[in-house]
């Protein structure tokens, strides 16, 4: 098991959660007054997903997460993201959690199986951090901690060896490797079958510095080319155009690890209440379907709607349900295998000029020369420095 898969774990499934909660909140159709409440919105959508990346892209968090260490448990990952996705103003009941869940890491793991290399895994990475930043262009103090994560990344990744990536790449489908949950997106494009699993292609561009298949080339005992003899590789394979951008800006080339939500596509996935091995069922269509009423037209559909009321205090409260309505939520998490029991953890959001603050401490730790780093002790558990975040 490869000590430095959790970093690339960790940021990966933090965009497509972050991918996921954009889209929901952009596609977000208030009755009403719309001219205020669309505005409010839209105000509301970016301080969701700022706290969270705050959250996420803390200096001495990150200092943390990039030592070296074994991958956490699937509980105690998935305790991180209940927390970072309360970090917000937003709410999440379980059985919402457990569908945006599912989508988080069957989309990574379709992305680490169809990587043509082993160190395409990292610009997977830098792919979700680009787009990340794309949400937060209007934020210098953001973009400041996600560019200088990029820069760590580098650092940390950056002289790592084939073997080393190949190390990586196994140990997250290891720990994928159990999970065979049905998305409604992967099986429109049939690239998931029913039982869950993915369909890899066999046809498109080779990695880079690879030939396309299809020639075998014999030599003598000088090491000089004699004969030659070509054979059908049953594939439409191209050679790749170039490589891939591993800077802190570039062209990635590989288009793994975008935001396929930028355009909106039915996704949906059903988690039994009698699976033993987490796997799920979905369906899905793009016209309404009598036979199926569970089927959802739209990616905002499948999220269900977004309640928003004011709370006693002068915060505006938000509760999103990943359900069509809050009798299938309820239905949900009624019948949850007891395995996916997790405890949910609320935080509460901190007022504007409390948040600012801290932004700017922030700022000020990358001016500072010779910061002392995170006092723990390796091996100390990344959930016990997400409660002081």
Same mark, same amino acid.
């Given at each position: 098991?490869?000590?430095?898969?959790?970093?690339?774990?960790?940021?990966?499934?933090? !965009?497509?959660?972050?991918?996921?909660?954009?889209?929901?909140?952009?596609?977000? &159709?208030?009755?009403?007054?719309?001219?205020?409440?669309?505005?409010?919105?839209? %105000?509301?959508?970016?301080?969701?997903?700022?706290?969270?990346?705050?959250?996420?892209?803390?200096?001495?968090?990150?200092?943390?997460?990039?030592?070296?260490?074994?991958?956490?448990?699937?509980?105690?990952?998935?305790?991180?993201?209940?927390?970072?996705?309360?970090?917000?103003?937003?709410? @999440?009941?379980?059985?919402?959690?457990?569908?945006?869940?599912?989508?988080?890491?069957?989309?990574?793991?379709?992305?680490?199986?169809?990587?043509?290399?082993?160190?395409?895994? @990292?610009? /997977?990475?830098?792919?979700?951090?680009?787009?990340?930043?794309?949400?937060?262009?209007?934020?210098?103090?953001?973009?400041?901690?996600?560019?200088?994560?990029?820069?760590?990344?580098?650092? %940390?990744?950056?002289?790592?060896?084939?073997?080393?990536?190949?190390?990586?790449?196994?140990?997250?489908?290891?720990?994928?490797?159990?999970?065979?949950?049905?998305?409604?997106?992967?099986?429109?494009?049939?690239?998931?079958?029913? &039982?869950?699993?993915?369909?890899?292609?066999?046809?498109?561009?080779?990695?880079? !510095?690879?030939?396309?298949?299809?020639?075998?080339?014999?030599?003598? &005992?000088?090491?000089?080319?004699?004969?030659?003899?070509?054979? $059908?590789?049953?594939?439409?394979?191209?050679?790749?155009?170039?490589?891939?951008?591993?800077?802190?800006?570039?062209?990635?080339?590989?288009?793994?690890?975008?935001?396929?939500?930028?355009?909106?596509?039915?996704?949906?996935?059903?988690?039994? !209440?009698?699976?033993?091995?987490?796997?799920?069922?979905?369906?899905?269509?793009?016209? $309404?379907?009598?036979?199926?009423?569970?089927?959802?037209?739209?990616?905002?559909? @499948?999220?269900?709607?977004?309640?928003?009321?004011?709370?006693?205090?002068?915060?505006?409260?938000?509760?999103?349900?990943?359900?069509?309505?809050?009798?299938?939520?309820?239905?949900?998490?009624?019948?949850?295998?007891?395995?996916?029991?997790?405890? /949910?953890?609320?935080?509460?959001?901190?007022?504007?000029?409390?948040?600012?603050?801290?932004?700017?401490?922030?700022?000020?730790?990358?001016?500072?020369?010779?910061?002392?780093?995170?006092?723990?002790?390796?091996?100390?558990?990344?959930?016990?420095?997400?409660?002081?975040?």
């Amino acid at each position: 098991m490869s000590v430095r898969a959790l970093p690339l774990l960790f940021l990966n499934l933090g !965009g497509e959660m972050l991918y996921i909660l954009d889209q929901r909140l952009r596609a977000q &159709n208030i009755p009403g007054d719309k001219a205020r409440r669309d505005e409010w919105t839209e %105000v509301d959508r970016k301080r969701v997903l700022h706290d969270i990346i705050l959250t996420m892209f803390n200096k001495s968090f990150i200092e943390e997460l990039l030592k070296p260490q074994e991958l956490y448990s699937k509980k105690a990952l998935r305790t991180i993201y209940d927390r970072l996705a309360h970090a917000s103003i937003m709410k @999440l009941n379980q059985a919402s959690m457990d569908k945006l869940y599912d989508l988080m890491t069957m989309a990574l793991k379709y992305q680490v199986l169809l990587c043509p290399r082993p160190k395409d895994v @990292l610009l /997977v990475t830098f792919n979700h951090l680009d787009t990340i930043k794309g949400l937060i262009q209007d934020n210098p103090a953001l973009l400041h901690l996600v560019d200088e994560t990029l820069r760590q990344l580098i650092e %940390v990744y950056g002289g790592l060896s084939a073997g080393e990536f190949q190390l990586i790449r196994q140990t997250l489908l290891t720990f994928f490797q159990d999970l065979h949950i049905r998305v409604s997106l992967f099986l429109k494009d049939k690239v998931q079958n029913s &039982n869950g699993r993915f369909v890899l292609p066999v046809s498109g561009p080779v990695p880079w !510095g690879i030939e396309v298949p299809g020639l075998i080339r014999m030599f003598d &005992n000088k090491g000089e080319e004699v004969r030659r003899v070509e054979f $059908p590789h049953g594939g439409n394979y191209v050679t790749a155009p170039k490589e891939g951008s591993f800077e802190v800006y570039g062209d990635r080339v590989l288009k793994l690890g975008t935001n396929m939500y930028s355009v909106n596509r039915p996704v949906e996935t059903h988690t039994s !209440g009698t699976s033993k091995n987490l796997s799920s069922q979905a369906q899905q269509s793009i016209a $309404p379907n009598p036979l199926a009423k569970e089927e959802l037209n739209f990616l905002a559909k @499948l999220m269900g709607g977004m309640e928003i009321k004011k709370t006693s205090g002068p915060e505006p409260g938000f509760r999103l349900n990943l359900f069509t309505t809050d009798e299938e939520e309820e239905q949900a998490a009624l019948t949850r295998p007891e395995e996916l029991s997790h405890e /949910v953890v609320n935080i509460q959001a901190t007022q504007d000029q409390q948040r600012n603050q801290e932004l700017a401490r922030i700022m000020g730790e990358f001016e500072v020369m010779d910061q002392p780093r995170w006092s723990a002790s390796k091996g100390d558990d990344l959930l016990a420095m997400m409660d002081e975040l």
